[in-house]
């Protein structure tokens, strides 16, 4: 079992930057993928970005270009560096880390863009 503890969320304004933290409470090294996902009010959790075990980058169209996630297998941590903010990027952002059939998920962390 796997314990993912997102952190790094809050207010900011719209132009801002925010970067999101995912720690882990074991080795992620075995992780296929580790991705971040966001749901905002009255609608479906959707993928953000996500980062495979070799460092192969996959994002949301709606982020390309402003949103980087990374991985440090060393600390067990994902992180999403998130530029440009725009109000229509509030959501809970939570953490995944999947593998074979194993699938985890983070609680969550609130990201709230004011125009």
């Known amino acids: 079992q796997v314990q993912l503890v997102e952190s790094g969320g809050g207010l900011v304004q719209a132009g801002g930057s925010l970067r999101l933290s995912c720690a882990a409470s074991g080795s992620i090294f075995s992780f296929n993928t580790m991705g971040w996902y966001r749901q905002a009010p009255g609608k479906q959790r959707e993928l953000v970005a996500t980062i495979t075990s070799g460092g192969s980058t996959n994002y949301a169209d709606s982020v390309k270009g402003r949103f980087t996630i990374s991985r440090d297998n060393a600390k067990n941590t994902v992180y999403l560096q998130m530029r440009s903010l725009k109000p229509e990027d509030t959501a809970v952002y939570y953490c995944?880390?999947?593998?074979?059939?194993?699938?985890?998920w983070g609680q969550g962390t609130q990201v709230t863009v004011s125009s």
């Open positions: 995944n880390a999947f593998r074979l059939a194993e699938s985890y």
